[in-house]
């Protein structure tokens, strides 16, 4: 980012106050989007982090806007989807057009969301800077402590956590923060990332774009329309920002050769020069928000983990703006490393539980970022960038063949490794319309097929066993079990009628089997394994739901 202009205040800067705490278990660097979106699945956990982000307040420049179905799923998960949805609007379309004023646009692909017959959230058109005050509310809702205008200034880790020295920059004053892990959410350029000498693979910068984010009234030349971007000549783009209830728009140009010392109120004039002919408005007046100067990179981290330092988000991997996979993929490192951080905390699980963050999470950062380049370059083996993020598969966490990083989510097939598929389950009264997604959370769930009985003693065994939270449900049959008219659930899942899935808590399958259990501790042994758990725990008593 070279230059910024932004005429309104920057909100969200209140909150926190007082000292910083001198000890917490997770100190979270960086208080974007994926920082942020740690806190709240950590504070949902219950776990205690601080975040410290050294901008004085949130941002106010839209950046990303894309919302995944697979990110929706996620704060689905942990009730904030009417919130979401308050500020987001559902995709309608890509357009090919010469001026804003033509009579009719050229749709550029399908209309509509691809993902809706797929996930139970579906994919949504949200700004950045609407979404992160949800999450830093949230965050501080569950009491996440989240200061602006801290930084970090170095950090040294030994074998029982890490110490950090957090500079607050309004009075020049540092305070030591003792924590058991760091997680680095401080973007593209990441100091943490840097102080650990890892290195970044790929291109970085290039090609560089000028995006100016807007205020004007456009109904004049759309008559209605309201496409989620128009393509111009030239890699012009219009997209659709805010709501429709309070519409702002976002125009994307090839950066021009102006020089990095360029005055603010040039590039402001340049911007609307150039609204003016893409709208087909010459007597445009818009109320320029922000201009940002800014370069597409495709790269990632050699490696997410060092020692007890997690990458997440721009700082393990930055992609071009295709889809809006890079934030969205920062959300899901956070969901994968969130409950993995909180079973360790607890004593559920292993330290080596963690190590795990980084072989599946590089996995799909490599497959996603491929995919970005593909889809940029016209290939015809890129996947659709908004039903990806629905297909990955991590490996098999009981050690069998590999299926590779990905399968067609259309086609779940319920493998071990792969995203637990979505099912409605039927709905009754006043009740909200409810997936088989929505009974995943804070512990494990099991899964059993309609002749599965024998799988729930299995289940309350393993809780009592391994000291975990685990619910357990059959899925259809007779005399009770949650309701499935269709009987989708074995042929879905993969279990066959008597066999059963045991699903991570971040919606990953674990395990599966097709038949009834041989023995009562098969449950038990994959939560352990799925845990990388040493020995017997306390236990905690399990759910059933027969």
């Not at 070279?2 to 278990?25: E, I, K, L, M, Y």
């Not at 949230?138 to 200034?153: K, N, S």
Request: charged share 20%.
């Amino acid at each position: 980012m070279d230059t910024t202009t932004d005429s309104r205040p920057a909100p969200h800067a209140a909150g926190d106050s007082g000292p910083v705490p001198d000890r917490v278990p997770v100190l979270v660097v960086g208080g974007s989007l994926s920082g942020l979106t740690a806190a709240v699945l950590l504070a949902h956990h219950g776990v205690d982090c601080l975040v410290v982000e050294r901008r004085s307040a949130i941002g106010t420049h839209p950046r990303s806007r894309v919302l995944t179905a697979r990110s929706g799923e996620v704060f689905r998960s942990i009730g904030l989807e009417p919130a979401v949805d308050a500020v987001s609007s559902r995709p309608s379309g890509w357009f090919h057009a010469h001026t804003l004023a033509d009579a009719t646009y050229t749709l550029l692909g399908a209309s509509g969301d691809p993902t809706r017959p797929i996930s139970p959230a579906g994919s949504r058109l949200c700004d950045q800077n609407r979404l992160e005050p949800i999450l830093l509310a949230e965050a501080r809702r569950l009491g996440a402590h989240v200061f602006f205008g801290r930084e970090l200034t170095g950090f040294v880790q030994d074998a029982l956590g890490v110490t950090a020295r957090i500079l607050d920059r309004s009075t020049g004053r540092s305070r030591t923060v003792r924590c058991r892990y760091l997680l680095a959410a401080d973007g593209t350029r990441s100091p943490v990332r840097e102080s650990l000498g890892i290195e970044l693979h790929g291109r970085r910068g290039e090609p560089r774009f000028l995006s100016t984010v807007f205020a004007a009234d456009l109904d004049p030349v759309l008559h209605g329309r309201r496409p989620t971007a128009v393509v111009f000549p030239g890699r012009e783009v219009l997209f659709a920002r805010g709501t429709p209830q309070a519409p702002l728009w976002e125009y994307g140009i090839p950066d021009l050769p102006l020089g990095s010392g360029t005055r603010e109120e040039d590039l402001g004039a340049l911007a609307r020069d150039r609204l003016r002919r893409a709208t087909g408005l010459p007597g445009l007046e818009p109320d320029v928000h922000s201009v940002l100067r800014w370069g597409a990179s495709a790269v990632m981290a050699e490696r997410f983990v060092e020692g007890r330092v997690f990458l997440l988000g721009d700082a393990a991997h930055t992609m071009p703006v295709i889809g809006g996979l890079g934030g969205n993929t920062g959300i899901q490192d956070a969901h994968n490393l969130a409950w993995k951080i909180a079973a360790v905390l607890r004593g559920s699980a292993d330290d080596r539980l963690l190590d795990t963050y980084g072989t599946e999470r590089g996995r799909v950062a490599a497959h996603t970022l491929w995919h970005v380049l593909a889809t940029a370059r016209g290939l015809p083996e890129a996947l659709d960038p908004e039903t990806l993020q629905l297909g990955y598969l991590y490996p098999d966490p009981a050690g069998g063949p590999d299926a590779g990083p990905h399968e067609d989510p259309y086609h779940p097939t319920g493998r071990p490794g792969s995203r637990a598929p979505h099912l409605w389950l039927p709905h009754d009264g006043d009740r909200a319309r409810e997936s088989l997604l929505d009974l995943f959370g804070a512990g494990f769930t099991l899964l059993a097929g309609p002749l599965g009985q024998r799988w729930l003693p299995a289940g309350t065994r393993a809780a009592a066993g391994s000291g975990v939270p685990l619910d357990a449900y059959r899925i259809g049959g007779p005399r009770g079990g949650l309701r499935d008219p269709r009987g989708a659930f074995p042929a879905r899942y993969g279990t066959g009628p008597d066999g059963a899935v045991l699903v991570r808590p971040d919606g990953y399958v674990a395990r599966r089997w097709t038949t009834a259990p041989h023995t009562d501790s098969a449950v038990e042994h994959a939560v352990r394994e799925a845990l990388a758990q040493p020995a017997a725990l306390a236990p905690e008593p399990v759910r059933n739901t027969v």
